[in-house]
């Protein structure tokens, strides 16, 4: 397969809304000009929203791919064969009303579908879904399959629902079906949570998604979807060791406190096997959980807290936060501090097994 680029960015255009289905045309945003060039604002609705976030390091027109084949020579000069295209705009909260939302996200993935039919193979996607309308949800799911997505994505928040609530459950059965993971990436998908930490952008488009990690694996959804496959994107591997290390800690309390009290009810709410007391090298494994590093990271501390067989890593393409290394496959495959081996498998074989490719 090749080098696969886990976490790549578009910008969305005023082309992006040309894709807008017929019927949902008047929910279109609309370009504000406040920087001498349209698009740097878009109105939707009541609200007006920064498109934040550029990074400089890339062609305007690569990372709003208006120049897809401009962006494909600049993918092989990075070592990079496939890359995973996430949003911009849509990383957060754009509406509170179902049919508003669902407008903007089948325009959006209409544009992405379009983007794959003419990437020769090398720009798969992730879909953002509808989510306050679950029927259509899912719906939008198998379309985004048979147009060259390979994951959908969730934020750490979907209005004032977690990625585990149950409300969720009917969506996932599809996805499994499908093979198509899912993909929380660092954003927001709640108004009221994006203004609530308006000051606290690491709250904001972070800490939730980390939670949600552990208690993915705390409360044994993944094996209630043995298939399905799960991707932390954008939010560094560094927080493994604590989340990890902290389920350890709660199945040792929660195994002595059986000991005591065998009928206490707090141990039939346990998810995953006590043998995690034995190490957290598995956790990732056991529940089909990926998670997406940077080259910043502190791999030798990370990699014997996780292992290297469910990692992946993101240049974060088109973005200027410090997620963003545009160099990371040329400095993954350098060498230093980790193997070739483990190299590979963070940059090939891991995102490989991650998106299905």
């Known amino acids: 397969m090749g080098t696969i680029d886990a976490?790549?960015?578009?910008?969305?255009?005023e082309e992006t809304w040309t894709h807008i289905l017929p019927e949902d045309k008047k929910f279109s945003p609309i370009a504000?000009?406040?920087?001498?060039?349209?698009?740097?604002?878009?109105?939707?609705?009541?609200?007006?929203?920064?498109?934040?976030?550029?990074g400089y390091n890339t062609t305007k027109e690569a990372r709003e791919m208006t120049d897809i084949e401009g962006r494909l020579a600049h993918m092989d000069q990075l070592n990079v064969d496939t890359q995973i295209l996430y949003p911009t705009l849509l990383l957060r909260a754009l509406t509170d009303?179902?049919?508003?939302?669902?407008?903007?996200?089948?325009g959006y993935n209409r544009w992405l579908a379009d983007i794959y039919e003419r990437g020769k193979g090398r720009l798969r996607w992730a879909a953002v879904l509808p989510y306050m309308t679950l029927d259509a949800a899912i719906e939008e799911l198998k379309w985004a399959k048979d147009h060259?997505?390979?994951?959908?994505?969730?934020?750490?928040?979907?209005?004032f629902r977690l990625p585990t609530d149950s409300y969720f459950f009917p969506l996932y059965?599809?996805?499994?079906?499908?093979?198509?993971?899912?993909?929380?990436?660092?954003?927001?998908?709640?108004?009221?949570?994006?203004?609530?930490?308006?000051?606290?952008?690491?709250?904001?488009?972070?800490?939730?998604?980390?939670?949600?990690?552990?208690?993915?694996?705390?409360?044994?959804?993944?094996?209630?979807?043995?298939?399905?496959?799960?991707?932390?994107?954008?939010?560094?591997?560094?927080?493994?060791?604590?989340?990890?290390?902290?389920?350890?800690?709660?199945a040792e309390a929660e195994v002595a406190l059986a000991k005591?009290?065998?009928?206490?009810?707090?141990?039939?709410?346990?998810?995953?096997?006590?043998?995690?007391m034995g190490g957290t090298q598995t956790m990732l494994g056991d529940n089909n959980i990926y998670v997406a590093c940077q080259t910043s990271d502190d791999f030798p501390y990370v990699l014997a807290c996780a292992g290297d067989d469910n990692l992946v890593i993101g240049t974060d393409y088109g973005h200027a936060d410090y997620s963003n290394d545009i160099e990371a496959m040329h400095k993954m495959a350098s060498g230093g501090i980790i193997t070739a081996e483990t190299a590979r498998k963070i940059t090939s074989d891991n995102p490989a097994k991650l998106y299905a490719l």
């Open 7 to 13: 976490d790549a960015h578009v910008i969305e255009t």
């Open 32 to 54: 504000v000009d406040q920087r001498g060039g349209p698009g740097s604002f878009w109105r939707i609705e009541d609200r007006t929203y920064q498109l934040q976030n550029i």
């Open 97 to 106: 009303r179902a049919e508003v939302e669902l407008a903007i996200t089948r």
């Open 148 to 159: 060259g997505a390979c994951a959908f994505m969730m934020h750490g928040t979907e209005n």
């Open 173 to 250: 059965e599809v996805a499994e079906k499908l093979d198509m993971p899912v993909c929380i990436h660092a954003g927001t998908g709640s108004l009221q949570v994006y203004d609530y930490f308006a000051s606290d952008v690491f709250t904001r488009f972070r800490l939730s998604a980390i939670g949600v990690c552990g208690n993915l694996i705390y409360s044994g959804i993944p094996k209630n979807f043995p298939k399905l496959r799960w991707g932390f994107i954008e939010f560094t591997s560094a927080w493994l060791p604590f989340i990890l290390g902290d389920l350890v800690i709660r």
């Open 260 to 276: 005591e009290i065998p009928d206490h009810p707090i141990f039939a709410q346990i998810g995953f096997a006590p043998k995690a």
